[in-house]
């Protein structure tokens, strides 16, 4: 199999075939995680339990040790080592084979790039980078490192996205012309204050 031919990761594709990684590992893929981060039992943990027999959650550090220990015994996860900080997850080189960056956007390319450098397939949140240089850079270092680099964009493999491209492919719908799109937090689940990493333009 060619790395070039996969544009997934393991996690998130029901349609397409299993992940190369998956063939090259003669036990369970061992998954990291940059912190205790909400998005991640949606994002990562939900569908790991799915596939168990195949994925292990073995790693995860955060801003807060003492706060990260009890994520960790309150999401279940009896196989992940909490570190005391990012770097020693990512220097460690048994910590995990992959690594989940949900960390906010402005910290995607600084820890993105350790991992790949450290030899760690990474799963990136959105926005992937910052700005486009960011993002020329990331892959270029995971394709210096041959290693699989991808954004966390889940719905690009769900049954829906594949029916609406097969209803463009056909013109079902006529040519499209524009497309807009909104993104928005929804206040009740991140209130504004000033704590609030995601408000702050720094």
Known sequence: MNWNQYYYFILFSP???PSPILYQCQKKLRIGILGAAKINKNALLDPC???SDQVVITAIA???K???LKYVEKMGLT???VYDSYDDLINDEN???ALYNPLPNGSHFEWTIKALNNGKHVLCEKPFASNSRE???MVKTAKENNLILMEAFHWWY???RKRIQDLLNAGTIGKVKTMNADFLIPPNNIPRNKNELRYNSE
């Open 15 to 17: 349609l397409p075939p």
């Open 49 to 51: 339990k799915k596939i």
């Open 62 to 64: 955060a801003r807060d």
């Open 66 to 68: 003492a706060r990260c």
């Open 79 to 81: 196989d992940c080592k």
């Open 95 to 97: 910590s995990c084979d």
């Open 135 to 137: 993002a020329r850079i």
């Open 158 to 160: 769900h049954p829906l």
